[in-house]
Each structure stands twice: as C-alpha cells, then as structure tokens.
C-alpha cells in the first residue's frame, strides 16, 4: 500500500487525470521489478556461460568480469527494448491513425506500460550498478543518461501521454549490442579482428539510423504534430522540449567518437594488410 500511495501521489503532481488507478499502480510496480530481477538473472547467466564457453573469462580481472556480465544484460535489454518499441510503432494499430479516435499523444495500452515498466527496472538496476562501481562502468554522461531516461518514462508512464516518443527513444537502445560487442571484442583480444571491423561499421551505420536520423524524424514528428503535444501535461510538455535535445546532443557527441574510432581502426586494417602483402 505504500507503494501504491506513493505511486500515486507522483502521479498527481504529473497528471490531473485518473490514469494512474491502484490497480495499474501494481501492474507497473509489478513490472519494474521483473525487470530488475530479469536483470539479475541475465548478469548471473552471462557469467556461467561465459565461464563455460570463452576460455579468457576466468584469466579476466574482477573488475572485467563485472563490466562483462553488466554488458550481458545491456545487450538483453536492448534486445527487448529495440524489439517491443519496433512492434508497438509499426506492427500494433496503436499508433495507427485511423485505429483510434483518441489523440495519438495520449494512446498507450496495458502491454506498452509493461514494457515502460520493465525498462524502468533496468535503467534502475543499471544505474545502481555504475553509482557503486563508479565510474569504472561509465561516468557522469552515463548517469546523465540513466536519469533522464527514467525521467521521461516515468511521467509517461503515469500519465499515460507522450508513450509514442518514448518509444522513439527505446528503439535507439538497438545500438547498444553494436558497442558492447565491440567492448567484448576488445577485451577478448580479437580487436584487429575482421569481426571488429565489420562491428565497427555496423555500430557507425546503426547510430546514424537510430540516434541521428531517428532524431530528425522525432523533432520533424513533435513538429507536424505539436498541436496535439501542446495538449500534454505541464511538466511533460516542457520536458518533451528539454530532454530530447540533451539526448540528440548526446548522440552527436558518442557519434563522432564511434566515426573516430572507425576510421582509426580501419586505417590499423589497411596499414596490416599493406604490411602483410609487402611481407610476401
């Protein structure tokens, strides 16, 4: 019950409306914690299988070997993330626009808050891990990152307005297997390896799909539609104008480091195989 009263009194102060009812306040709560303990497991699991089957987890430090297993369920959320928004955008009738009446600000349903839910249950679980081991697992952008995301989903969340750019955001996490993969190949050894190159690239393309140019299609979306935006609630509508900006920004930076760091490595792939050939 407490929870349940907290829950809603933050929805109060988000939204004037009766969305946030007791019963959805459990179902949310429900599902942030399955995403915490979905966390758990994934973190466990990834150092059992990595044990058993990659020979160089066990010579890996302590230190490793937690950023290694805490990648382990990155990936798996970005996995689910990427997957669910993907559905929810194009392949549900939520956001269709002739599948409801109501504005396409305000549509959600029970499954997209499950799935806000669990988010939260990740971004909580993640941002724990980084605040007691910092800032070995990242620093203060991550942090950054961590909060503003779980800002924005949660007033979503509780006034059931805004879902259709949350979602927007949630899609970008499908980068995340790109770096955490090139983190992995890295720490393995294999970072002159023909895989880490094609990841790399794969990374460079995936972010200008997902983090720049999804960005555009956000702003130009709020834009086109901004009649319906100015209809959401105070503190989310001056958050929609705030948060998303931060975020671009963000990206921009990250993508001009992922664009270095490609272009480093395939001039080190070049210059090789140049040595190679001149070897024979």
Known sequence: MGFAFSFGSLAGLVSSSDFATPNKEIQWLGSVFTGIIFCVIVYRLTAILSSLLFKGYDKLSSAQKIEWNNRGFSTFHALFASFMSFYLLVLSDIFNKDSHEELIINRSSTFSNLVLGISIGYFLADLAMILWHFPALGGLEYVLHHGLSMFSIIQSLLSGQGLIYILMVLFSESTTPFVNLRWHLDIAGLKSSKLYVW???????????????????????????????????????????????????????????????LVKTISKAKHSKGAYQMAI
Do not use: C, Q
Request: hydrophobic share 65%.
């Open 199 to 261: 990841n790399g690239i794969a990374l460079f393309f995936g972010w200008l799909i997902a983090r720049i140019f999804l960005f555009m299609f956000f702003f130009i979306h709020m834009w086109t539609h901004f009649d319906e935006v100015k209809e959401i609630f105070p503190l989310g509508f001056y958050s929609l104008l705030v948060v998303p900006p931060m975020l671009a920004m963000m990206n921009l930076f990250w993508f001009w480091k992922i664009a270095k760091g």
